[in-house]
């Protein structure tokens, strides 16, 4: 059994902070927290760059490569970077 402790959350939204994916397999394991959030939750990812590589990203035919925030457009994650923090969250 596996157990999931984020880095914090705010009301019924999990906010998991990080800095990068380090494996693929890393990234694939919040799809799985999500599948097992209650119906009123959301797990909300806060990226220090959202424009970094994904780890073992292939070159694109436009010679781009898939970033976190492509991954977590494509999953259907809402995410913000350190930069642009919703204010209710009370950032300093």
């Known amino acids: 059994r596996k157990k999931y402790s ?3 959350s705010f009301g019924n939204i999990i906010i998991e902070v990080k800095g990068r994916f380090r494996t693929s397999g890393e990234a694939s394991k919040y799809l ?3 599948k097992h959030l ?3 939750q959301e797990l ?3 990226f220090a760059n959202p ?3 994904m780890p073992n990203a ?3 035919k436009d010679e781009t490569y898939r970033t976190h925030a492509d991954w977590a457009d494509h ?3 809402c995410y913000y970077d350190l930069t642009h923090l919703p204010r209710e969250w009370g950032r300093k």
Do not use: A, I, Q, S
Request: proline content about 10%.
């Open 58 to 60: 292939r070159r694109r």
């Open 51 to 53: 424009n970094l590589k």
């Open 38 to 40: 209650l119906p009123d």
């Open 44 to 46: 909300v990812f806060v």
């Open 32 to 34: 799985w927290v999500r």
């Open 75 to 77: 999953h259907g994650f």
């Open 6 to 8: 984020p880095d914090c």
